[in-house]
T-cell receptor
Framework: GQQLNQSPQSMFIQEGEDVSMNCTSSSIFNTWLWYKQDPGEGPVLLIA?????ELTSNGRLTAQFGITRKDSFLNISASIPSDVGIYFC?????????FGQGTTLQVKP | GAGVSQSPSNKVTEKGKDVELRCDPISGHTALYWYRQSLGQGLEFLIY????????KSGLPSDRFSAERTGGSVSTLTIQRTQQEDSAVYLCASSSTRDSQETQYFGPGTRLLVL
């Protein structure tokens, strides 16, 4: 089946640093999404990308939809302690979300 | 309600028992989805419902898993004869339309532990 490869698996950074994570797929997706999941909660949508090549920002978050429609990256600038959590990429395929394995982010104050 | 709600929040059961997990979607949302998240893993699609259409069951891992949605609102995911590998967080999501750009909103999940 379709799979998304997300990297890195985990990151431990200092507060104030920038973070970058990415996702690749062997299949094309027409919509890419980035979610954040806090412990004990369901995923919450951060950014949605609908067009190949699109670059979208949401506060300190920036995400891009790769031109081939097979990849995407998420950048977080000037990280803060509340950025801690698990970040998932997801591709939308006929209503179903296909998720990456997640990137666990830890921020040291 | 304001968001997707799920119950119970935690469930511990013995191997071989049946369990029922409940999802209340956001009012007015026509599409409802079930996902499973194993420890340290991403979410795995199980099944989704859209209005009165036949559900897409392509993600159900075995015939022990079934789901229904009554009255186009509340959904129940049933796992029969539970196995230890069924232990996971079961997440429900809803959206206002299917095959669209509408956001899927997730509930907090039910944490299932099969002993």
């Amino acid at each position: 089946g379709q799979q998304l490869n997300q990297s890195p698996q985990s990151m431990f950074i200092q507060e104030g640093e920038d973070v970058s994570m990415n996702c690749t797929s062997s299949s094309i997706f027409n919509t890419w999404l980035w979610y954040k999941q806090d412990p004990g909660e369901g995923p919450v949508l951060l950014i949605a990308l609908y067009k190949a090549g699109e670059l979208t920002s949401n506060g300190r978050l920036t995400a891009q939809f790769g031109i081939t429609r097979k990849d995407s990256f998420l950048n977080i600038s000037a990280s803060i302690p509340s950025d801690v959590g698990i970040y998932f990429c997801a591709g939308l395929n006929t209503g179903k979300l296909i998720f990456g394995q997640g990137t666990t982010l830890q921020v040291k104050p | 309600g304001a968001g997707v709600s799920q119950s119970p929040s935690n469930k511990v059961t013995e191997k071989g028992k049946d369990v029922e997990l409940r999802c209340d979607p956001i009012s007015g949302h026509t599409a409802l989805y079930w996902y499973r998240q194993s420890l340290g893993q991403g979410l795995e699609f199980l099944i989704y419902f859209q209005g009165n259409s036949a559900p897409d069951k392509s993600g159900l891992p075995s015939d022990r898993f079934s789901a229904e949605r009554t009255g186009g609102s509340v959904s129940t995911l049933t796992i029969q004869r539970t196995q230890q590998e069924d232990s996971a967080v079961y997440l429900c999501a809803s959206s206002s339309t299917r095959d669209s750009q509408e956001t899927q909103y997730f509930g907090p999940g039910t944490r299932l532990l099969v002993l």
